[in-house]
C-alpha cells in the first residue's frame, strides 16, 4: 500500500501496549511462523485472506482473479476451520461425557472394593489423544454445525453458526452453542497450544487494522470484476472483524459498514430475505453512529496536544512525497492502528450508494475534522472525493469543484474519478472545454507516468483508470454530436472515430481481465449512439436539409458499426459468466449481476440488429423516392408540397422499339434492357436479404427470449411480494428493455411468417364501405324473397363461416401475434410502473401502429393515445432537465430516485427510495403527471373527464403517415352503459414529413417577419399575410380534407345538416409535437362540423391523461379566487405618430380594468409605469393568484425566463392568460438581447408547444396564449374582451368565441381605444364622475366587419380545461367583503 498520512502514529502511543510486550508478541509470532503447523486456524488464513487480496492489487489478467477467488476461498477456510474445530470438540466432550458415565457406574458396582479414582483421559492437541476401547471408540455423535453449503446462503446471517446470539436466562448470559462448545474444550483442555485458534478468538486477527483496509479493497475488486457471490464470505469476515475491536463505538461502525454493504450486493443478487435482514441490522445500529461521535472528543484533544508538543501546527499536514528523493515517492502509509473516521468514510460511500444523503454528508463531515487533526492527508483525499459526489447529488456543482481543485498527490483511480467528477461539473455549468481539458489532462498525466515507470506492465487498477477516462471522453463526443449540426463530413469523421477509440478502449479492457468493465462501458457506449441514430433518423425524415451529408445509407453503416461493437463485446462477456458464474451450488430462482449485464447485451445485440434492418429499409424506400421524384414532370413541384409519393412497384411501361438501323432507337433499347437487368438482379438481391433478415429475427428472438425470461421471472417474483397499492415499485430497466425488444420481434417474426396477412401496413388496409356492404346486403336478400328463398339465408351463411373460421383458428392455438401483443402489454405495464418512457414509447408504437390497426379500431385508438401521453411525458422531462435548476430540490430528489433505480434491481424496498417518492408525490406537480399509471383506464377517462358528446381526435405523424384516432363521448346517463356506448374511429393516410416540416418552417419565417414588420407598422402586412393563409391551406388540404369525411360518416350518422342527440357538440384536438403548431381549430373543414361561429367547441391538449390529470391533483392548500394583471411591465408602449393622443395605452388599460374591478386584486397587480417587474415580482403574482393575465410585448419568456417559471408550483393557477406577442422598437430589442443569452436549446423549447407544456406540468389547469405576433391595439382590446367575459362567469372557450366575434369597422381596426375605453372614433363626452367601460354584448357598428383579420384569428391558442368554469373576478371580491 502506498500513500500517505501524515500523523498516523499520533495519539497511538496512550492506548499501545508497553515496548517490552511487542517484542515479546513478535518473538512469539516469528517462531510460530518458523515452526508451521500441518493444521491451519483461523489466523493463518485470515492471513492467507490478506496476502491474497494484496496481490490481487498488484497483479493483472488471470493471475488477478485466480488470486480474487484464493482471497474469497481463504475467507470460507477461515470459517470453515472454526466449524470444524467446533465439531471435533463437541465430539471428544461426549467422549468425555461417556468416560465419566462408565466410572461412575464402576464405582457404584465396586463400592466395597478399594479402587483408584481414575482420571478421564485428555487428548492432546486436536487431532492427537490416548487409545480408546472399543465403546469409547464406537462413540460417535452427528456434526452439529456446518458452513453454508451455497455462496448464496452466506448472504443470510441466520445461516452463521458462530454469529448465533447468545440467550439471556435471568441476569445470566448462556453462551451460543458453537461459543459454548469451544469454551468448554478450551477449558477441557482439550484445545492445547497458542497457535490454535478459531472464529471469536482474540488472536484470530494479528493485525487488524491492515485487515480491514485490505477487506475494503478487497469486496471493492470482488464487487468490480461481478464476484458479488464471493464476496458474502468476506463481508461475513469482515463482520468477525468487528469483534476484534474492544471499543463498542468503532465495533458498532464497522459491523453497520459490513451490513450496509452486505445488503446492497444481496439486494443485487436478488436475495430478497437476506437483503432485508441485513437492512434491519444496519438501519438501527446507523442511526446510532452520530451519537458516538463526542465518544472521540478525548482522542481528539490528545493529538492537538502531541502536535502542539512537538511544535507542529494543528492544520498541518504530512507531505505527499518523501522528501530527498529525486522523485515522487509516496510517503509511507502505517496502518498499525484504526481510527473511527477512518470507517466513517467507507460507511459515507455506502450511504450515498444507499440514498441516505444526510447521514453520508454528517458522516463526511466528521471524518474531515478528524482526518485534519490526524493530519491524514491520504483519507482527506478521499473524502474530498465524496464531498464532490455529495455536492453533485445535490446538484451543487460549484462546490463539487471547490471540493476536488485543492486535491494532489492523487493515485490512478482517484484521479481517474476525480476528472469525471470534473466534467460532469463543468458540463453541467455550460463549460465544455473546461469538462474537455479536465480529462485531456488527466489521461496525459496517465500515460506519461506509465511510460516513466519501471514496471514491466500496467496492472489492472491502472488500465482500468485510464479507460474510465477515455470512456468519459467518446461519451461526451456523443454528447457534442447529438446537439451539433450535421454541416460536413466531420460530423461523421468524429463518429467514425468514436467507434474506433471504443474499440481500442474494449480490446485493452479485455486484455486486462476486466471483463465486467468492457461489457458495461460497450453497453453505455451503444445507448448513446443507439439514441443519437435514433435522433438523426428522425431529423433526416423531417428535415433532410439539416442533417447535410447524412443519409440513411450513413446510419445503416453505424447501426452495422454497432452490431460489430456488440459482437466484439461477446467475448468479454462469455469470459465474464465463466469466472462470475458458479456451474453448480446457486440456487435458481437469483440472478448475478454478471447474469444481468449479459442479458442486456443480448438485448442490445437484437436491438442494434432490428436498426439496422430499419435503417436497410428506409435507405431503400429514399433510393426510390428519389427516383420517383425525378421523374416528376419539371412544373409539378410547385404546388406539390404534399404531394403523395407515387405508389411503389407495378408494371413498367417501355416504349416500343424502333427500327433497329435508327442508332438512337438501339441506344434507348440498350439502355431499357440493362436497366431491366439491372432490376433483376436488384431484386433477387432483395430476395436474398429477405430471407438473411427472416434468419436474423428468427435467431434474434431465441436469443432474447432466454435473457426476458430469466430476467422476468425473478422480477415478477420480486414484485409479487409487494403490496398492491404501492405504485412506487419498479421492475429494473433491464428486464423492461428485454421484454419490449422481445414483444417487437415477435409481432415482426409473425409479419414475416405470414405476409399476406400480418405484414406491416396491411391492418391498415381499407375494408369495404359498411354502408355499401349493408346495401347489397339488403339487395341479396331482396333477390331472396323474390326468388322465394328464405331471406335469411345469407345471414346464416355468414354465420356459419365466422364459426368455421374461429373454430379453425383456435384449433391452431395461440399465433406468435397474440404472444406480441401480450408481451408488449406486459412490458408497457412494467415501464409505466417504473415511469421508463423510452421503453414505453417503443412498445406503444409497435401496439399502436402495427398490432392492431383498422381491426380493432378501440385497441388502436387508446394505443395511440397512451403513445401520445408518454410522448408528452417524455419531452416534458427533455424541457425540464435542460431547464430546471441543478440545485432545486425537485431536481435533487428526482435524480436520487433515478439512480436508485438504476443500482437497485427493486428500489422500492429501500426506506430512502420511498420517502423520497412520498415527498414527491406530495410537493411536485411534475412527478403526479409523471404517473400515468395511477389514472383509471382511457375509456374510463372519457366517460368522467370529458364532457359528454364530446369528439376526441388525436393526430400523429410516425413514418410518414398521419395516424388519427377518433372516440366520441356518450350523451349524459347511466355510467356503466357509457362505457359501452363510447365510438372509436381510426385511419391513417400517407404524408411526406419533409414537405410538411418545410410547409411550418415557411410559416415560422413568415411569421418572424411580421414580427419586424411591426416594429415600424401598426398593421399586419396582408401580403405576408396572405402566404400564411395559403400556406395553411395547403395543410389543411393535404392533412384534413382527406379524412374529414371518414370523420363525418362516422360519428354524424345521418349527416351534419340533421340534428340527432347522438351528434357530437364539441371538439378537443390532441396533435402531437410535430403538429401543434398547425391552428387546427381555426381551418375550414373543422368550423362546418359546429358552424363556423361556433368557435368555443374547440378545445385542445397534448394527451388524453393530461387532461385528466388537471382535475385529479388538486392543490397542496386552498386558496382564495384571487386575478392578478402584469401589464407591459418594461413600460414600452409607446403612441406612434398617427395616433391620436386621447388613446389608451396598455398601462392606462390596467388601471380602468383594475379600478372596475375586472381585476380582482388590485394591490398586486403590476404594470411597467408602477415599476419594472423583476423575475421574483412576477413569481410573487404567480404564487398568490388562482387566475394570472399577462398583456405586452414580445414573448412572455423574454419578461420571466423559464428558468423562473420551472421552479414553481402552480397547481393553483385555474387559468393563465398571455396576451403577449404585440411589437415595437422597444420590446424587439429587448427581446432579441434576452435570446442573445439564452441558448439555442431553451429558445426552442419556449416555443407555442413548450410554454403550455411546462405550465401543464407545473400544475396549471387552463393556458391561453398568443403563438404569432399581434398589433398592440388588438392585442389590448382583445384581452378586455376576454377578461371581461370571464368575470361574466363565461368559460375560457366562450371568452375566446367573444374574441373572435369582435367586430369593427375596417377605417378602425388598427387604431387604439381612447381614454376611458371608448371606441374609435368615439366623440361622446366623458362622464367625469364615472368611466364608461366597453360592453362586450354592445351591438356592431354599421358596416362592421370582423375586428381580427384572417391571419391574427389563428394566434389564440387554449390548451387545458377551456370548458370549465371559470369564478368571475367581481364576485370574487364580493365573497372576500
Known amino acids: 500500500h502506498t500513500g500517505s498520512r501524515a500523523g498516523s502514529h499520533a495519539g497511538s502511543r496512550a492506548s499501545r501496549k508497553s515496548s517490552i510486550a511487542s517484542k515479546l508478541s513478535k518473538q512469539k509470532k516469528a517462531e510460530e511462523d518458523e515452526t508451521l503447523s500441518h493444521q491451519l486456524y483461523a489466523h493463518n488464513y485470515e492471513a492467507l485472506c490478506r496476502i491474497y487480496a494484496t496481490r490481487s492489487r498488484l497483479g493483472s489478467g488471470n493471475e488477478l482473479h485466480s488470486s480474487l477467488l484464493s482471497a474469497s476461498h481463504f475467507a470460507v477456510r477461515f470459517f470453515a476451520s472454526t466449524v470444524d474445530l467446533a465439531n471435533t470438540s463437541a465430539q471428544k466432550l461426549a467422549i468425555g461425557d461417556m468416560e465419566a458415565a462408565q466410572e461412575q457406574a464402576a464405582q457404584a458396582a465396586a463400592a466395597d472394593d478399594e479402587s483408584k479414582s481414575r482420571r478421564p483421559s485428555r487428548l492432546i492437541g486436536v487431532l492427537g489423544g490416548k487409545k480408546k476401547d472399543a465403546d469409547l471408540e464406537a462413540c460417535y455423535i452427528v456434526p452439529s454445525f456446518q458452513t453454508p453449503l451455497n455462496l448464496a446462503d452466506w448472504a443470510d446471517g441466520n445461516r452463521w453458526p458462530w454469529a448465533v446470539k447468545p440467550e439471556q436466562k435471568g441476569d445470566e448470559e448462556v453462551l451460543a452453542p458453537l461459543k459454548e462448545i469451544l469454551s468448554r474444550a478450551e477449558q477441557g483442555d482439550f484445545l492445547i497450544g497458542d497457535g490454535c485458534t478459531w472464529a471469536g478468538h482474540p488472536d484470530c486477527f494479528a493485525r487488524p487494522a491492515l485487515t480491514f483496509h485490505t477487506l475494503a479493497t478487497l469486496l471493492d475488486d470482488l464487487e468490480e470484476h461481478g464476484y458479488h457471490l464471493w464476496a458474502f464470505p468476506v463481508l461475513a469476515l ?45 438501519a438501527e445500529a446507523l442511526k446510532q453512529i452520530p451519537a458516538t461521535f463526542s465518544s472521540f472528543d478525548d482522542e481528539l484533544e490528545a493529538v492537538r496536544n502531541q502536535k502542539a508538543g512537538r511544535g507542529n501546527d494543528n492544520e498541518a499536514l504530512e507531505p505527499d512525497w518523501v522528501k530527498g528523493s529525486g522523485k515522487h515517492v509516496g510517503s509511507p502509509w502505517s496502518c498499525s492502528e484504526l481510527h473511527a473516521y477512518e470507517v466513517w468514510a467507507a460507511m459515507s460511500k455506502e450511504c450515498i450508494l444507499h440514498g441516505e444523503v444526510w447521514m453520508a454528508c454528517t458522516l463526511a463531515d466528521e471524518a474531515i475534522k478528524h482526518a485534519k487533526d490526524h493530519g491524514d492527508r491520504r483519507m482527506l483525499r478521499d473524502l474530498a472525493i465524496t464531498k464532490a459526489r455529495l455536492a453533485r447529488a445535490e446538484g451543487r456543482y460549484a462546490e463539487s469543484i471547490k471540493s476536488l481543485k485543492d486535491v494532489t498527490a492523487a493515485d490512478d483511480e482517484q484521479a481517474a474519478k476525480i476528472a469525471c467528477l470534473l466534467a460532469e461539473a463543468y458540463q453541467k455549468k455550460g463549460q465544455p472545454s473546461l469538462a474537455d481539458s479536465a480529462l485531456r489532462d488527466t489521461l496525459h498525466a496517465m500515460q506519461t507516468a506509465a511510460r516513466e515507470s519501471t514496471a514491466r506492465q500496467q496492472d489492472a487498477r ?86 447535410g451529408v447524412l443519409t440513411f445509407d450513413h446510419l445503416e453503416q453505424f447501426a452495422d458499426q454497432l452490431c460489430t461493437v456488440v459482437f466484439s463485446c461477446k467475448v468479454s462477456r462469455d469470459a465474464l459468466l465463466a469466472h462470475a458464474v458458479p456451474s453448480e451450488g446457486v440456487h435458481g430462482d437469483i440472478v448475478l449481476p454478471a447474469e444481468d449485464l449479459a442479458a442486456q447485451l443480448d438485448t442490445w445485440e437484437t436491438r442494434c440488429m432490428s436498426m439496422r434492418r430499419g435503417f436497410l429499409n428506409l435507405a431503400r424506400e429514399a433510393q426510390r423516392s428519389s427516383a420517383d421524384l425525378a421523374g416528376r414532370q419539371p412544373g409539378a413541384g410547385a404546388g406539390a408540397l404534399f404531394s403523395a409519393v407515387p405508389t411503389v412497384g407495378g408494371t413498367r411501361s417501355i416504349d416500343p422499339v424502333k427500327p433497329v438501323g435508327d442508332r438512337e432507337a438501339l441506344a434507348q433499347n440498350l439502355d431499357s434492357w440493362l436497366e431491366s437487368a439491372g432490376n433483376d438482379i436488384k431484386h433477387a438481391d432483395e430476395r436474398k436479404q429477405v430471407a438473411r433478415n427472416m434468419a436474423e429475427v428468427e435467431t434474434s428472438v431465441a436469443l432474447l427470449a432466454n435473457a426476458a425470461t430469466m430476467l422476468q421471472c425473478v422480477s415478477a417474483g420480486e414484485r409479487s411480494e409487494l403490496k398492491e397499492e404501492d405504485a412506487l415499485r419498479g421492475m429494473p430497466s433491464s428486464s423492461v428493455e428485454a421484454l419490449v425488444e422481445l414483444g417487437r420481434l415477435q409481432l415482426e417474426l409473425a409479419a ?626
Not at 245 to 274: G, K, V, Y
Not at 493 to 513: E, K, N, R, Y
Not at 990 to 1004: D, F, G, R, T
Request: hydrophobic share 40%; with cysteine.
Open 238 to 282: 469482515q463482520l468477525q472483524l468487528a469483534e476484534a475491536f474492544e471499543r463498542p463505538a468503532l465495533s458498532t461502525a464497522i459491523a453497520c459498514l459490513a451490513n450496509l454493504r452486505l445488503s446492497r450486493l444481496a439486494s443485487e443478487c436478488r436475495l430478497d430475505d437476506a437483503a432485508a435482514a441485513a437492512a434491519t441490522r444496519w
Open 462 to 547: 491502472q488500465i482500468r483508470s485510464e479507460c474510465m477516462v477515455r470512456s468519459e471522453q467518446v461519451s461526451a463526443v456523443v454528447r457534442r454530436l447529438r446537439v451539433a449540426l450535421v454541416a460536413t463530413q466531420d460530423w461523421v469523421s468524429d463518429l467514425q472515430m468514436s467507434f474506433s477509440t471504443q474499440a481500442d478502449l474494449g480490446d485493452g479492457l479485455h486484455s486486462a481481465a476486466l471483463f465486467r468493465r468492457r461489457v458495461a462501458a460497450d453497453i453505455d457506449y451503444v445507448k448513446n449512439v443507439a439514441a443519437l441514430l435514433e435522433q438523426k433518423r428522425l431529423d433526416i425524415t423531417r428535415d433532410p436539409v439539416s442533417v
Open 752 to 1377: 414475416r411468417q405470414a405476409p399476406g396477412k400480418s405484414a406491416r401496413g396491411s391492418k391498415w388496409a381499407t375494408a369495404a364501405d359498411p354502408y355499401e356492404a349493408a346495401g347489397m346486403e339488403c339487395a341479396e336478400r331482396y333477390s331472396n324473397i323474390l326468388a322465394s328463398k328464405n331471406p335469411a339465408d345469407l345471414l346464416g351463411r355468414v354465420g356459419a363461416a365466422t364459426a368455421d373460421a374461429e373454430e379453425e383458428a383456435n384449433s391452431e392455438g395461440i399465433s406468435m401475434e397474440e404472444v406480441a401483443k401480450a408481451t408488449l402489454c406486459e412490458a408497457l405495464r412494467a415501464a409505466l410502473s417504473a415511469r421508463h418512457f423510452p421503453s414505453a414509447k417503443r412498445a406503444l408504437q409497435a401496439l399502436a401502429l402495427d398490432a392492431y390497426g383498422l381491426r380493432c379500431p378501440e385497441a388502436t385508438f387508446e394505443f395511440l393515445a397512451w403513445l401520445q401521453s408518454v410522448d408528452a411525458c417524455a419531452r416534458a422531462e427533455d424541457f425540464f432537465e435542460e431547464l430546471l435548476p441543478e440545485g432545486h430540490g425537485e431536481r435533487v430528489q428526482l435524480q436520487l430516485l433515478r439512480e436508485l433505480e438504476a443500482r437497485w434491481p427493486c428500489p422500492s424496498k429501500l426506506a430512502s427510495y420511498r420517502s423520497v417518492a412520498k415527498r414527491l408525490q406530495l410537493e411536485s406537480p411534475r412527478f403526479q403527471r409523471l404517473r400515468l399509471q395511477d389514472l383509471p383506464p382511457i375509456s374510463e377517462i372519457l366517460t368522467t373527464s370529458v364532457p359528454a358528446l364530446t369528439l376526441v381526435v388525436t393526430l400523429q405523424v410516425h413514418d410518414n403517415f398521419l395516424y388519427l384516432g377518433a372516440a366520441c363521448t356518450p350523451p349524459d346517463g347511466d355510467p356503466t352503459l357509457r362505457l359501452s356506448q363510447v365510438r372509436h374511429m381510426v385511419t391513417r393516410i400517407s404524408v411526406q414529413e419533409s414537405e410538411l416540416n418545410a410547409c411550418m418552417q415557411k410559416m415560422m419565417q413568415i411569421k418572424v417577419s411580421l414580427e419586424k414588420d411591426m416594429i415600424t407598422s401598426a398593421e399586419v402586412d396582408e401580403t405576408l399575410a396572405g402566404k400564411y393563409l395559403d400556406l395553411l391551406a395547403q395543410a389543411e388540404d393535404a392533412l384534413i380534407k382527406p379524412v374529414i369525411q371518414d370523420l363525418v360518416s362516422h360519428f354524424w350518422q345521418y349527416g351534419l345538416n340533421i340534428e340527432h342527440p347522438s351528434n357530437p357538440k364539441q371538439l378537443l384536438f390532441l396533435p402531437d409535437a410535430f403538429l401543434w403548431p398547425l391552428p387546427f381549430e381555426r381551418f375550414a373543414s373543422f368550423s362546418a362540423l359546429f358552424g363556423s361561429s361556433n368557435t368555443a367547441a374547440f378545445a385542445r391538449d397534448f394527451s388524453l391523461h393530461l387532461l385528466a390529470q388537471r382535475t385529479r391533483t388538486p392543490p397542496p392548500t386552498v386558496r382564495p379566487s384571487a386575478s392578478m394583471l402584469l401589464t407591459d411591465s418594461f413600460n414600452e408602449d409607446r403612441l406612434r405618430p398617427k395616433d391620436d393622443p386621447k388613446s389608451e395605452t396598455m398601462c392606462m388599460v390596467h388601471k380602468r380594468l383594475v379600478e372596475a374591478k375586472v381585476i380582482s386584486n388590485a394591490e398586486k397587480s403590476l404594470h411597467g409605469q408602477m415599476l419594472t417587474a423583476s423575475p421574483e415580482d412576477i413569481k410573487v403574482m404567480l404564487t398568490d393568484s388562482t387566475m394570472f393575465f399577462a398583456l405586452g410585448f414580445g414573448r412572455f419568456f423574454s419578461a420571466l425566463d423559464s428558468r423562473h417559471f420551472v421552479t414553481q408550483d402552480l397547481r393553483h393557477l385555474k387559468l393563465v392568460a398571455i396576451f403577449h406577442r404585440a411589437q415595437n422598437d422597444d420590446g424587439f430589442r429587448r427581446q432579441t438581447k434576452r435570446d442573445s443569452m439564452k441558448s439555442i436549446r431553451q429558445q426552442a423549447m419556449e416555443n407555442s408547444y413548450g410554454m403550455p407544456l411546462l405550465a401543464s406540468f407545473r400544475g396549471v389547469g387552463c393556458i391561453m396564449l398568443a403563438t404569432e405576433p399581434i398589433p398592440v391595439n388588438l392585442s389590448t382590446r382583445c384581452f378586455e374582451t376576454f377578461a371581461k367575459s370571464l368575470q361574466a362567469g363565461k368559460t375560457v372557450a366562450k371568452a375566446l368565441e367573444d374574441v373572435l366575434a369582435q367586430k369593427e369597422k375596417p377605417e378602425f381596426r388598427y387604431v387604439r381605444t381612447l381614454e376611458g375605453g371608448l371606441p374609435p372614433g368615439s366623440t361622446a363626452p366623458l362622464d367625469p364622475k364615472k368611466k364608461p367601460v366597453a360592453d362586450v354584448s354592445a351591438p356592431p357598428p354599421e358596416g362592421a366587419e370582423d375586428l381580427l383579420p384572417r391571419h391574427s384569428r389563428t394566434a389564440y391558442l387554449t390548451v387545458g380545461l377551456a370548458w370549465a368554469p371559470m369564478e368571475a373576478a367581481e364576485a370574487d371580491v364580493k365573497k372576500k367583503k
